[in-house]
């Protein structure tokens, strides 16, 4: 395996903590310090993502960094796309979300998620995975007085720990030589079906598939909405998915992945049948975010190239769209003075026309309007899993038309309609808003008009793991 | 690329080039004077009309012989492809010679009609993209490219029936109609998937390949379901009337003109594969005839003038369909451009039909006799009432929309969501009451 030129995974990881560190005890200018040690892991993994295509997509380890990480065409992505998104959240956020503990924990959430998808080593992803969680569970993410959001990470956690200790025990027991690197312990199914079963129960507890799903929408509506957002848009259960469990699990995965496939489809139904009548806005985005990471899923466990090629691409647009959704929503939230209900019209369009069509465009791109990077992966997406189940595969294309139509009445509802008579003095998207959500907009449209780039991207990384799924299937 | 590919390309192209650049511009926060906007409209839609013209006239010369613009594949996967291909022919040139001009047309009369209106740019840009999705419907070579311009198309015409959005009524009736669109356009997707990995057909661009048997009724059903859909045939007839709430101009030119023909011309493309099976040109025919016998019955007792002239297109586009399941083709498409013209000058005027009904009543010096009251007097008073009944509530189509699907569904939605609260309630189980300390002190934050 060859090195990376320059160790960029350690500093990626690096930097966020010490820009966690400085806003943690210093407490002045915390934005800037932020955004400055996320524009310097933005810029190392970009770096990394170049060297990366450059060698042709092999995989890469780190020099000088003890086989702990190693980048391929999977984590680069996921790397950059990670890194850039934590970034716009940190400039787009409003004052009143902005302090030190939030910036320093939004960093550690950073780098806790850049050293799971660097990892080569299960202890670090391990590791990446449960501190993540935990601003989310013991502050100051929380989530007021609603717990199922703490119990659910808490049981995503003791399941991943406990899918690593029973791996860890059947390759010591085994005598491997590396027991705890993913790359040495790839098809030896150390663990057999326990450690299978205990990874996806971590990874439904953390995506929300049915029935663990309650949670998210708890957390959507009782948490900070930004913090969350970045959170689930780490779309780590996806990550392990395609990193640890194909490779190292390829029997279980044969006998299983019909059945979590079904339960995946059933989930983005669920959640889109849920959001059609819901009222609260974060709720509905909640639950259009948990449609479409079901989808995702579907689309990994279609075992069809179509079907993973479209998940790994629909993780970059469900990421950015969503980011743009929520920013959007939090500062409208903060212009309006309270949480958005549905239940009513608001008529802020007149107000807020730039904020309303970045909703919108972020909207459409979600639901896979053409001219948007959502129409190429929403395109691969049901093909794939049309291919892989053609009898319940149509469950696919409904969810995400009732997943149009609920994103549509929460539009209209928030911003067309009659004036309200409560709204006073709202202003449109700020300068360092408006070039933010610009970016994001310019990014969906422009890689909707050139998806062959992107799916280009992806195309390595989607080769490897259908191959080893179709290997399995035949 | 010979000059024919790149013009074929260039009309297709154009709008969204000037959609994308106007959109992003104001979004950065520079406003077009209505001057510029309608100007740049004008140029971009006489060229377009010229170029036009000028691929007819190649095509006519040339002995019907298509143009087609392959530019590869938008992208590919595995075996999987979704080719961009445009193509320039019989059938499709007639109906972009149709769009470039009564875009021309709507876009040089909206700009004295909405002079001033606080939505004027949003209307010019949303107008643009209608144009390029439109365009894109009758230019694609493949289903897939189809798909595209659909959803544009219907995307464009719910924002532009929202357009009045400081009312709730528009809006309301651009979610009803949202959702019409978003169901029936399951069927153009999965007609487009049956297409590819059953059929083996990914672009019609050589003409359509045979498709006969289940697979020709399966297709065939699925694309129907999509046309009545964007077309309003029955029983989806019900949005068309609540589309009306949008301005004047965007109604000539969806309801009246382009987007409802969609539906017919998709059928048109796809008529080798309808005629390969009975029962999908059966269902053609039969949506057809109760559409214009609906749409006959329910114009007449329509009260405002552009619900009535939707109602009377609607009964014209019935007449199309049928046309079509019949195996006609050139008498559809003559057809459908002479309604789309007659039509779209009828919805241009319908907002200054007392002024017109005055000047005809005083040049037939007071002596106007009342016309169309012959089909009435032919029935007897107990079915005119229930016909009567039947028109006022339009075939009764939106209460059963709302009763069987609409009401169950929200209603699962209301059960799933107090499924989804069961042992949620404010008060924190005890387990977590003891790590609850642990949080206050902020672990984290220290």
């Known amino acids: 395996m060859a090195d990376l030129s320059f160790p960029y995974l350690t500093a990626a990881v690096v930097i966020p903590l010490a820009g966690a560190a400085v806003a943690f005890f210093r407490k002045a200018h915390t934005r800037a310090a932020s955004v400055i040690a996320a524009s310097g892991a933005a810029l190392c993994c970009l770096e990394l993502f170049r060297e990366v295509h450059s060698a042709g997509g092999f995989r890469l380890a780190e020099p000088w960094a003890l086989g702990l990480f190693a980048a391929d065409t999977l984590n680069a992505t996921f790397l950059v796309l990670y890194s850039l998104l934590t970034l716009c959240i940190l400039v787009v956020a409003p004052r009143r979300d902005t302090n030190a503990s939030i910036n320093g924990s939004t960093l550690l959430v950073l780098s806790a998620t850049l050293a799971a998808y660097g990892a080569d080593n299960v202890l670090l992803l391990a590791a990446g995975w449960i501190i993540s969680a935990l601003p989310f569970v013991l502050g100051p993410f929380t989530f007021n007085e609603t717990w199922r959001p703490r119990v659910g990470l808490a049981l995503s956690c003791l399941a991943l720990v406990g899918a690593i200790g029973v791996i860890a025990v059947a390759a010591l027991s085994d005598g491997a030589p590396q027991p705890f690197s993913l790359a040495a312990l790839q098809g030896h199914n150390y663990g057999g079906s326990a450690a299978f079963a205990l990874l996806i129960a971590a990874i439904v507890c953390r995506k929300g598939i049915f029935p663990a799903h309650a949670w998210i929408e708890d957390a959507a509506e009782a948490g900070p909405v930004l913090p969350f957002c970045l959170f689930i848009n780490g779309h780590l259960g996806a990550f392990i998915l395609a990193r640890v469990v194909i490779p190292e699990f390829p029997l279980s995965a044969q006998g299983a992945f019909p059945i979590l496939s079904d339960l995946a489809l059933f989930t983005a139904l669920y959640a889109a049948v849920r959001a059609v009548a819901e009222l609260s806005a974060r709720r509905i985005l909640a639950l259009l975010v948990l449609s479409q990471s079901a989808c995702i899923l579907a689309g990994l466990e279609s075992a069809t190239p179509e079907g993973i090629t479209g998940a790994l691409v629909h993780c970059i647009v469900v990421a950015v769209a969503t980011t743009g959704l929520f920013s959007v929503l939090r500062l409208m939230e903060v212009r309006f003075g309270r949480s958005f209900t549905a239940d009513h019209y608001l008529g802020l369009a007149r107000y807020t026309p730039r904020l309303a069509v970045f909703f919108a465009v972020c909207g459409l791109a979600l639901v896979g309007l053409p001219g948007t990077l959502g129409f190429c992966s929403e395109d691969l997406l049901i093909h794939g899993t049309l291919v892989s189940h053609p009898q319940i595969g149509l469950l696919l294309p409904v969810a995400t038309a009732m997943n149009a139509v609920s994103l549509f009445r929460l539009f209209s509802r928030m911003f067309l309609g009659a004036r309200s008579t409560v709204v006073h003095g709202v202003t449109d998207a700020a300068p360092r808003e408006r070039w933010v959500l610009a970016a994001i907009a310019f990014f969906i449209v422009a890689a909707g008009l050139t998806p062959a780039t992107i799916v280009a991207f992806r195309a390595n990384a989607a080769q490897d793991t259908s191959r080893a799924l179709v290997s399995i299937t035949k | ?446």
């Open chain 2, 1 to 446: 690329m010979t000059l024919q590919q790149w013009i074929l390309l260039s009309v297709v192209v154009t709008p969204g080039a000037v959609f994308l650049g106007f959109s992003f511009l104001w979004l950065l926060g520079w406003e077009a004077p209505e001057r510029f906007l309608s100007r740049i409209t004008g140029l971009v839609y006489s060229l377009a009309t010229t170029a036009v013209a000028w691929l007819i006239w190649c095509v006519a010369a040339g002995g019907d012989h298509p143009v087609v613009v392959s530019l590869g594949n938008w992208f590919a996967v595995h075996e999987y492809e979704f080719p961009l291909v445009l193509l320039g022919d019989h059938l499709s040139l007639p109906f972009l010679a149709l769009t470039v001009v009564l875009v021309g047309v709507i876009g040089q009369f909206s700009a004295t009609y909405l002079h001033r209106d606080p939505g004027f740019a949003r209307f010019f840009i949303l107008l643009h993209l209608f144009a390029f999705g439109s365009m894109l419907i009758f230019a694609a070579g493949s289903f897939d490219l189809i798909i595209g311009g659909w959803e544009l198309v219907g995307i464009t015409s719910v924002l532009l029936i929202s357009f009045f959005h400081f009312r709730s009524g528009p809006v309301e009736n651009a979610l009803r109609v949202f959702i019409v669109y978003r169901a029936c356009d399951l069927g153009l997707i999965t007609a487009a998937f049956v297409l590819h990995h059953v059929g083996h057909v990914s672009s019609f661009a050589n003409g359509m390949p045979p498709v006969a048997g289940g697979l020709a009724t399966v297709v065939g059903l699925l694309l129907l379901l999509s046309a009545a859909g964007k077309s309003a045939q029955v029983p989806f007839s019900g949005w068309l009337p609540r589309a009306m709430e949008g301005p004047t101009p965007s109604s000539a030119i969806f309801y009246g003109a382009i987007s409802v023909h969609a539906g017919a011309y998709l059928l048109l493309r796809a008529q080798p594969i309808i005629l390969g099976s009975p029962l999908a040109s059966s269902a053609v025919m039969f949506t057809g005839l109760m559409t214009a016998v609906l749409g006959t019955i329910v114009g007449r007792a329509s009260s405002d003038a552009k619900t009535s002239l939707a109602y009377a297109s609607l009964a014209q586009v019935g007449v199309i369909f049928l046309e079509i399941g019949a195996g006609l083709t050139w008498l559809p498409v003559m057809h459908i451009l002479g309604h789309a013209m007659v039509r779209t000058l009828q919805f241009l005027r319908a907002p200054s039909t007392l002024h017109d009904f005055h000047q005809v009543h005083a040049a037939a010096g007071g002596q106007l006799q009342q016309t169309g009251k012959h089909l009435e007097t032919i029935f007897p008073p107990p079915l005119r009432l229930w016909l009567y009944r039947l028109a006022i509530d339009r075939g009764h189509l939106d209460t059963l929309l709302e009763r069987l699907i609409i009401q169950p569904l929200l209603r699962l939605s209301l059960v799933l969501g107090r499924f989804d609260r069961l042992g949620l309630s404010n008060r924190t189980p005890a387990v977590i009451r003891q790590i609850e300390p642990l949080a206050k002190q902020g672990v984290i934050n220290g």
